[in-house]
């Protein structure tokens, strides 16, 4: 019985090696990888930056597993129809959304992570892995202004992290079920949409959600937040939570956070601050003024694959007082038992809501390792800069800018001296798209439709913002005549 059952091991054994490939496979299989990849680099520049067609190509819907197939078949299918149609947001020619670029470094680190695959929830799993997680997460809290006691986590994007907080905020103001439909939470129509997924993940679907006043730079009127937060408690209502912008998504609008941090602290109410894109411009010196009193949040979201250039799928969520964090995600597990002793640093699965859990902060980590601070706060500022410049030039076009932009999102529009303006700029959106060399993207403001500039990739440089300016003229005068 037993020999027959090592011999059913040795021949599945012998089988499931097409897993385990040898060094001459493992070498073969990265040169065409590598190929692949090196030859995308060097033509991105040539290439279109929005491809509309091939949306109807099902190719890669095929769920046939069945048998193995080459490599260089693989990555031909890969290069044919999942490279080209939709938007490209390695191009430097990505003005349309938040973010854009992927740092080669951040990938030789997701490469390195999955190799290695150390798991990085716990710190008796990979005391080397957590210590990175934890160093950038102080890096990034000290550049917020947080000082001692705070506690963070790396998580895969400004949603989770946004998550985070809202639960976070709920159990630290001790938010009971039959208090939900009277808890009230303050933003602005800025206000990122994940907030309100996260309201109601975190069960506060029924909590009363105000919208408040915002200015002609579509930053929050701190005078109606105070007087609504009275109105508010004066109904017997439970205002526990504001949520400001430190550069939203629609058009870069820094609130007032000095002011507003005041009012919660006047009516004990949790502050947040969505910083996912603006954050890390506090690498910059006019931004420390311009976020002023972030510091005094109650938590903080920022997104390094915004304004670091990494890959999607990287949030920083950060509490001022970790002990909120560590209480809305405590836990305990007979199988963790071997872990408990290990107490020398913080484990990210004691703060966040994952348990299984990548080292993504290897991306992080060995960019900054490799390029250091200054090249990162040199990016921004060309960015700061190119903002300014479209800002200047898109006007000289006849285009009108919406309000002045305090970041890289500039919106703006085409008013015809005849017709309808929302429709002009849809027919003017749907040929920039048609024409694809340059992606820029639109939203709705005060019923305006309005088109939208967003600098944030590391391989946008003026180049790609002439092009983009031409392309406007171009298309504006076609639709002219």
Same mark, same amino acid.
């Given at each position: ?13 012998? !089988? #499931? ?35 509309? #067609?091939?949306?109807? +190509? =099902? ?47 951040? !990938? ?18 990979? %005391? ?6 934890? =160093? ?11 000082? @001692? ?16 907080? $809202?639960?976070?905020?709920?159990? !630290?103001? *001790? ?5 939900? +439909?009277? /808890? ?31 200015? =002609?730079?579509?930053?929050?009127? %701190? /005078?109606?937040?105070? *007087?609504? $937060?009275?109105?508010?408690?004066? *109904? ?48 910059? +010196? ?10 005094? /949040?109650?938590?903080?979201?920022? +997104? ?15 509490? @001022? *007082? ?5 209480? /809305?995600? !405590? ?19 004691? $703060? ?56 890289? $999102?500039? =919106?703006?529009?085409?008013? %015809? ?36 500039? #967003? ?27």
């Amino acid at each position: 019985m037993i020999s027959e059952l090592t011999e059913q091991i040795k021949q599945s054994q012998w !089988a #499931a090696r097409a897993l385990e490939p040898d060094h001459d496979r493992r070498k073969e299989a990265n040169d065409i990888v590598q190929e692949y990849a090196e030859a995308f680099l060097e033509k991105l520049r040539d290439t279109k930056t929005y491809i509309q #067609a091939g949306y109807d +190509d =099902a190719t890669l819907s095929d769920t046939d597993f069945s048998h193995p197939h080459d490599i260089d078949r693989v990555i031909h299918l890969l290069e044919k129809h999942m490279e080209n149609p939709g938007i490209n947001p390695a191009h430097g020619g990505h003005l349309g959304y938040i973010p854009g670029g992927g740092l080669y470094a951040a !990938a030789l680190g997701d490469y390195l992570a999955d190799v290695t695959n150390k798991y990085a929830g716990v710190f008796f799993a990979s %005391p080397g892995a957590v210590r990175i997680e934890n =160093a950038l997460i102080e890096w990034t809290a000290k550049l917020v202004g947080y000082e @001692k006691g705070f506690g963070g986590n790396i998580t895969s994007g400004g949603s989770i992290a946004n998550l985070v907080a $809202v639960t976070t905020a709920r159990d !630290a103001k *001790q938010l009971k079920a039959k208090d939900f +439909d009277r /808890a009230v939470v303050y933003t602005t129509k800025q206000v990122h949409h994940c907030i309100d997924k996260a309201l109601i993940i975190a069960g506060l679907r029924e909590c009363v959600v105000r919208y408040i006043e915002t200015d =002609a730079q579509w930053r929050i009127v %701190p /005078a109606a937040l105070q *007087q609504q $937060v009275e109105e508010d408690k004066n *109904q017997g209502l439970l205002p526990f939570m504001i949520v400001a912008n430190a550069g939203s998504t629609d058009v870069g609008a820094i609130d007032p956070l000095q002011e507003i941090s005041a009012i919660a602290k006047q009516h004990g109410l949790w502050l947040h601050v969505d910083a996912a894109y603006g954050g890390y411009f506090l690498l910059l +010196d006019e931004y420390k003024e311009k976020m002023k009193s972030i510091s005094e /949040a109650d938590s903080v979201v920022l +997104d390094p694959h915004k304004g670091l250039f990494l890959p999607y799928g990287t949030g920083i969520v950060l509490v @001022k *007082q970790l002990k909120h964090l560590q209480n /809305a995600f !405590a836990y305990e597990a007979n199988y963790m038992q071997d872990t408990v002793a290990m107490t020398d640093s913080i484990s990210p699965a004691d $703060v966040s809501p994952e348990l299984s859990k990548h080292f993504r902060g290897l991306r992080m980590w060995l960019p900054l390792k490799l390029y250091g601070e200054q090249a990162f706060r040199d990016c921004l500022q060309e960015k700061m800069l190119l903002t300014k410049y479209f800002t200047n030039k898109v006007q000289e076009l006849g285009y009108e800018i919406i309000c002045e932009p305090e970041m890289t $999102v500039v =919106a703006y529009r085409f008013v %015809p001296q005849t017709g309808d303006a929302n429709e002009f700029n849809k027919k003017l959106m749907d040929a920039m798209h048609k024409d694809g060399e340059i992606f820029i993207s639109s939203t709705m403001l005060d019923g305006k439709f309005v088109l939208r500039f #967003a600098c944030l990739s590391f391989r946008t440089h003026i180049e790609h913002v002439d092009k983009l300016l031409a392309m406007l003229r171009r298309h504006k005068e076609e639709l002219l005549k």
